[in-house]
């Protein structure tokens, strides 16, 4: 039986949607909104880079509408977290291995979606790292937290290195998925490297 790249697709995206829905609950649960706040800044994180991916490449209407699952596993993981998030030891902690993960898998969905809609490499690598980074700004935004990509170790460059990685191993007609799976395994290796050992770029901005 062939195997199907656009099921792995789907698969990764909603198992980004649903990280990405959990860091936005948790970051609810730190500013201990209720159950409902939850499950919109849960959704709001989930779909908000999809959707703008989505509304730049013109396919509207955008993938949620479409496909109201989307929306589903957003609010379902949400209010999962409202009754799991009183019990981890560390939000903040939990907040940023979550986003990790739904930044890797996002990174790679969307160089992957932007590819199989036409659109030209660079601007499938652009589609990749807006997919991954809009979610999390919106949920900063919502909760007036301070922005995670502000933060000084790589954020934006570990999503980047993702789709660039994604794109690079799709061109070399690896087997189906490897492309996925090597792009995912580069972006969430280099983020987590980067929480661990605090990595940055040079910056002559920065304050010594």
């Not at 560390?90 to 160089?111: E, K």
Request: charged share 10%.
């Amino acid at each position: 039986m062939p195997f199907d790249i656009s099921a792995a697709v789907n698969i990764m995206g909603l198992a980004a949607v649903a990280v990405f829905a959990i860091s936005g609950a948790l970051d609810a649960a730190r500013h201990r909104m209720d159950i409902l706040g939850f499950m919109l800044i849960g959704t709001a994180t989930g779909i908000g880079g999809g959707t703008l991916r989505d509304v730049l490449l013109g396919s509207v209407p955008v993938f949620w509408v479409r496909e109201p699952v989307w929306i589903l596993v957003c609010l379902v993981s949400s209010a999962a977290t409202y009754f799991v998030a009183p019990r981890l030891a560390s939000l903040s902690r939990a907040l940023v291995w979550m986003d990790a993960v739904g930044l890797a898998l996002f990174s790679v969905v969307g160089t992957k979606v932007a590819l199989d809609f036409g659109t030209s490499p660079l601007i499938a690598i652009c589609m990749g790292v807006m997919t991954a980074t809009f979610g999390g700004i919106a949920r900063d935004v919502l909760c007036g937290s301070n922005l995670t990509l502000m933060n000084e170790e790589l954020y934006i460059t570990t999503a980047l290195a993702g789709s660039v990685a994604c794109l690079g191993l799709s061109s070399l007609n690896v087997p189906d998925s490897y492309d996925l799976l090597g792009g995912f395994l580069v972006a969430f290796v280099l983020r987590a490297l980067a929480i661990q050992f605090n990595l940055k770029l040079p910056n002559p901005y920065r304050k010594a």
